[in-house]
C-alpha cells in the first residue's frame, strides 16, 4: 500500500483517462464489427492472430496466456470455446504431459482470413485515419515505452513477449 502517492496533475490525468477512454471505446467498436460481420468477438481475432503467427500454427497455452495478458483459465475458457466452433484444437505437449498447446485448424484460418480485411478496416477508421502520421508515430513510441519498460521495471505481470502483427492485434 502506497501512504503517500504522487496525485495526477489536470495533465497526466487528462492523458491517464484518454488512454482508457480510447483503449474501451476502439476495443468495443472493432469487436462490434467483427461481431456484426462474422459472428466473432476480437478476443477470439487475437487468438487465431497469434497462432496464424506461429511457424507451425501452434503454441503453448501458458505463452498464448502471457501474450494476451490472461489468466490460464480464462484463456482455458475461451480456447475451449473456440475449439467447439472447430476454430482450434488442443494438443498434448508430446515431450511434456503437463504441457498443451493450441493449434489453429483450417477453419480457423479460413475464419482468420474472411474477418482480418473487417478488423483491419477498423482499425483503420477507428485509429490510424483519426491520426496525423507525426502524432501516431509519436504515440507508437510512447506506448513502446508503457509497454517494454512499465514503471517500477521488468514486465507486467502475466505479459508475455509478443510483439506486433500486420494484422493489428
Known amino acids: 500500500m502506497v501512504d503517500d502517492p ?56 501458458a505463452d498464448l496466456a502471457g501474450l494476451l495478458t490472461l ?25 511434456d504431459g503437463r504441457g498443451v498447446f493450441a493449434r489453429i485448424t483450417q477453419r480457423g484460418r479460413r475464419a482468420l482470413e474472411a474477418a482480418t480485411p473487417v478488423h483491419v478496416a477498423g482499425v483503420r477508421r477507428h485509429f490510424i485515419d483519426v491520426l ?5 508515430a509519436l504515440l507508437a513510441d510512447a506506448l513502446e515505452k508503457v509497454a517494454l519498460d512499465p514503471p517500477g521495471g521488468g514486465e507486467l505481470a502475466g505479459s508475455g513477449a509478443g510483439g506486433g502483427s500486420a494484422a493489428a492485434v
Request: charge should be neutral.
Open 6 to 61: 504522487r496525485w495526477l496533475s489536470p495533465e497526466e490525468m487528462r492523458a491517464w483517462r484518454a488512454l482508457l477512454g480510447a483503449q474501451h471505446r476502439l476495443h468495443r467498436a472493432l469487436d462490434l464489427e467483427l461481431q456484426a460481420a462474422h459472428g466473432t468477438s476480437l478476443h477470439d481475432h487475437e487468438v487465431l492472430i497469434i497462432l496464424s503467427e506461429q511457424p507451425d500454427g501452434s503454441c503453448r497455452m
Open 71 to 95: 489468466s490460464r483459465s480464462g484463456l482455458t475458457r475461451r480456447v475451449d470455446r473456440m475449439a467447439q466452433s472447430g476454430l482450434v484444437t488442443r494438443e498434448r505437449c508430446a515431450s
Open 132 to 136: 496525423e502520421p507525426v502524432e501516431l
